[in-house]
């Protein structure tokens, strides 16, 4: 193989783990807050569950973590006939190199046990 090969197969090889390296702490993140509201949901509540209650327990663990991009507003109480649900929503935007951005979508919902 020659020197171009070698340079173009390094190139792609260097682009993959770049992206691997700036991704990957982003999923670890996602698996932390899904754990996070699944041990929330399951924590008892006195009465009507509020959405600031709520927001004060995931807050604590999300400061441990310095997981930062997650606010308020990703959180939402969805109240059914069935129970009421913790459904944390929200959007992450990593840049890879120069103008090139990487958004990743995350949504977990754990419903509230009673």
Do not use: C
Not at 49 to 58: A, H, Q, Y
């Amino acid at each position: 193989m020659t020197f171009w090969g070698w340079l173009v197969i390094l190139s792609i090889v260097g682009v993959a783990v770049l992206v691997g390296v700036k991704l990957v702490p982003k999923y670890l993140d996602y698996y932390s807050v899904k754990s996070l509201v699944d041990s929330v949901a399951e924590q008892d509540f006195a009465g009507t569950v509020k959405k600031r209650d709520v927001w004060s327990r995931i807050s604590k663990h999300l400061d441990v973590n310095y997981i930062n991009y997650i606010k308020i507003e990703h959180l939402e109480l969805k109240r059914e006939n069935a129970g009421t649900s913790i459904v944390l929503d929200y959007e992450v935007r990593e840049p890879i190199m120069g103008n090139v951005d990487v958004m990743l979508s995350f949504q977990h919902a754990a419903k509230i046990k009673k």
